[in-house]
């Protein structure tokens, strides 16, 4: 008997070691990032690709793609619009062609940007299929190197999990998951338990990936972002122009009432946590998170691969930081101030 309860323990000391270490995810090389984003209806998306391209300036991250988890029109041309802007022209967008959601954003800065700032892409049919570009990038990547980021729909990643082996690899998408990625780390859920949109959506999906995710999965819940409001300073900001990033959020934050003090910013802290790890704003609970089929999600303690972050220092430390990496600029604008890349 004490053997075997010693070996449980051993085994969830174990678990939780990995667990920690694929979410804390630093390492002297920049981190592989596939970034899946539904790039609106909501535009707390623009924060985070903003703060991605500020990590991967900085030189923490590697952006291997950025893929959208709905089709609406210009999708694609949306990415582009940022990828340009930050000096990135030629990064690999997938969109899915096969069934997947529409919603696009209703303050119409999608529009704003696509006609007003360079991009190469006009629409949805130039870029890969989603799900062939993951195939073929996590084939490409070392073993349990690359860490997905999702602050949008699971249907991609539950369609990479249904695909079979093609000219990329001869792997299921499952067993190409377990062999590549390191982590998944999303903007999901709302915990302990609630219905959130991101799993709501598309909630057949979710539950597919839920259940059957080979890698550690680390949840930035609803009720994380709710707290953090941001954007103000990016807008105020007189030094700065000719900014889709400000854009977005000069468009969109006098719109609702709601946003008078900022947006709230949900998908920021999914990018922030799975580059610079979840300590110490957050602690991890850990266990298992489920989905019933109206979207609706709940939650099972235990030493299970999910784990979901628990505010432990003031919003204000996470708000703060979101802003500042908001205003990073590329290198090369007009914007920017000589020798400022900052080690975020």
């Known amino acids: 008997m004490m053997k075997s ?8 000391c174990l678990g939780l070691f990995a667990f920690c270490h694929a979410a804390i995810g630093q390492s002297a090389r920049p981190v592989p990032v596939i970034f899946d984003s539904d790039m609106g209806p909501d535009y707390d998306d623009v924060g985070a690709i903003a703060i991605l391209h500020a990590f991967a300036d900085s030189g923490k991250v590697k952006i291997l793609a950025t893929m959208a988890s709905t089709k609406y ?35 119409h800065w999608s529009d704003t940007v696509i006609a007003n700032y360079p991009h190469h892409i006009r629409h949805n049919d130039e870029v890969a299929d989603a799900v062939a570009l993951y195939r073929q990038l996590l084939a490409t990547q070392p073993d349990t190197s690359v860490t997905i ?35 998944l780390v999303s903007m999901a859920g709302s915990f302990p338990s609630g219905k959130e949109f991101n799993v709501e959506k598309d909630a057949a ?16 819940g609803f009720e994380i972002g709710r707290k953090i ?20 959020f000069r468009i969109s934050l006098p719109l609702a009432k709601e946003d008078s003090a900022g ?4 998908d920021e802290t999914a990018v922030l946590v799975a580059v610079n790890g979840y300590a110490p704003s957050y602690t991890l609970h850990r266990g298992t998170m489920t989905v019933s089929p109206d979207g609706r999600n709940a939650w099972q303690d235990g030493a299970g691969s999910h784990a979901y972050i628990v ?34």
């Open 149 to 183: 980021i999702t602050v949008g729909f699971f249907t991609n990643l539950a369609n990479l999990l249904h695909s079979g082996a093609d000219r990329y690899s001869a792997l299921t998408g499952e067993e190409l998951v377990r062999k590549k990625v390191k982590q």
């Open 73 to 107: 029109d210009g999708v694609a041309a949306v990415f582009n619009v940022f990828n340009t802007y930050f000096n990135r022209p030629t990064l690999p967008i997938g969109v899915p062609k096969g069934e997947a959601l529409t919603l696009r954003d209703w303050q």
């Open 5 to 12: 309860v010693f070996a449980s323990g051993l085994l969830c």
């Open 229 to 248: 409001k941001t954007g103000l300073p990016l807008v105020q900001n007189k030094a700065i122009s000719k900014s889709p990033v400000k854009d977005v």
């Open 205 to 220: 999906a979710s539950q597919w990936v839920f259940e059957r995710w080979p890698s550690p999965i680390l949840f930035s």
């Open 311 to 344: 505010e432990k220092l003031s919003p204000d430390v996470m708000q703060d930081q979101i802003n500042r990496m908001m205003m990073h600029q590329p290198a090369g604008s007009k914007n920017e101030a000589p020798n400022t890349i900052k080690k975020f």
């Open 263 to 266: 947006r709230m910013s949900w």
